[in-house]
């Protein structure tokens, strides 16, 4: 990311200050569900590793068994993207250490607190709506005018976002933990991914009744005319060439109609994976959360009363607005003040004042 387009984002956040003006060297890790990317306010290149985070919270056991590998990539990723020895180093952790956090608050204290000792980097928990924010500035950043819609949808492994410029929606739904929850209560399974098809007429009731519930909240935190782009590659390389293909249309899909969608569901409901690979010139292995993605894109598109998805891949991180956001910087700088007041106060520490500490 060049610096020129960090001063755009933090002005689109309205966190810059002149401080930061004067010493532009930042780096920023975003800690997701699988695993951590890293980036600088100086430069473009990015690196990644992969960490599977959820699997050790779904099993009950915290995530301290990934403290070598999350020390490791904190040290390690900024050297592999080039960025500056001496920048000031913070991380962002969203969808699996909120559930880390909600699982055990003084245990994941303890854990932040010696990655900063072993690694340097200050790694915060961040609010859903401060992702949701992060999102659509990417978002916007990376298609400009080609965006068109109000908001977008940026469905992640552990937790979802529909992000606008004005208002956002976000919940701990993502992919697999959809996925986990339709095996729960359709198929009595902790296995992920378990076989979630053929599935009958009833269980596809069921399951649309469970995702409505869990998406209640959508009415009220949107306005009533919301149009979206899906960014991320459920979607993208997913749900939108199955419905594409199943549809007959032919071309390259740039979205697709609820209608459209829900034919897919009930065309493949019925299949086994391998009749759907199979329907769709696939490999198995990838349909296995095919059915259970349809049906959370469309009770999305029910929930917030849209009529049309629209989609675009972008290689989309949280890194551009988490290098904008001086207040994630300032509590570089007041670390052991953030940490208490996690341990107090969960995810409102984030949104506290660094400067009201002693």
Request: hydrophobic share 45%; aromatic share 6%.
């Amino acid at each position: 990311m060049s610096f020129a387009r960090w001063l755009l984002a933090a002005a689109f956040f309205g966190l810059f200050s002149a401080s930061t003006a004067a010493e532009p060297c930042r780096i920023a890790f975003d800690l997701g569900s699988s695993g951590i990317r890293a980036g600088g306010s100086a430069g473009a290149t990015t690196a990644r590793t992969d960490i599977d985070y959820l699997g050790p919270l779904w099993a009950g056991r915290g995530l301290e068994e990934t403290e070598a590998a999350t020390v490791a990539a904190l040290r390690e990723l900024p050297e592999k993207a080039g960025l500056g020895a001496d920048c000031v180093r913070v991380g962002g952790g969203f969808s699996a250490w909120r559930l880390a956090l909600q699982q055990d608050s003084a245990a994941l204290a303890a854990l932040l607190a010696r990655l900063r000792a072993a690694s340097g980097v200050a790694v915060l928990v961040m609010p859903q709506l401060r992702e949701g924010a992060y999102g659509y500035f990417g978002a916007r950043q990376l298609l400009g005018e080609q965006l068109t819609t109000s908001h977008i949808l940026d469905i992640g492994g552990g937790s979802l976002q529909i992000a606008g410029e004005q208002s956002s929606f976000g919940t701990a739904l993502g992919q697999k933990i959809w996925h986990r929850h339709l095996c729960q209560e359709i198929r009595n399974s902790e296995s992920t991914p378990c076989t979630l098809q053929p599935m009958t007429g009833d269980e596809l009731a069921i399951a649309r009744e469970l995702l409505a519930a869990r998406l209640g909240e959508v009415a009220t935190a949107l306005p009533a005319a919301v149009s979206l782009t899906a960014i991320s590659r459920p979607v993208s390389r997913g749900v939108a060439p199955a419905v594409h293909r199943l549809s007959g249309a032919s071309g390259q899909p740039t979205g697709f109609s609820r209608p459209a969608l829900t034919a897919a569901i009930e065309r493949i409901a019925r299949l086994t994976r391998e009749e759907t690979a199979s329907l769709l010139g696939s490999p198995a292995s990838y349909v296995a959360y095919l059915l259970s993605d349809m049906l959370l894109v469309e009770g999305l598109l029910q929930a917030t009363g849209s009529d049309r998805l629209e989609v675009a891949e972008l290689d989309l991180t949280n890194l551009p607005g988490l290098l904008a956001d001086d207040r994630a910087f300032a509590w570089e700088q007041h670390y052991d003040c953030y940490l208490d007041r996690l341990r107090s106060q969960g995810l409102d520490a984030y949104a506290s004042d660094p400067a009201s500490c002693p």
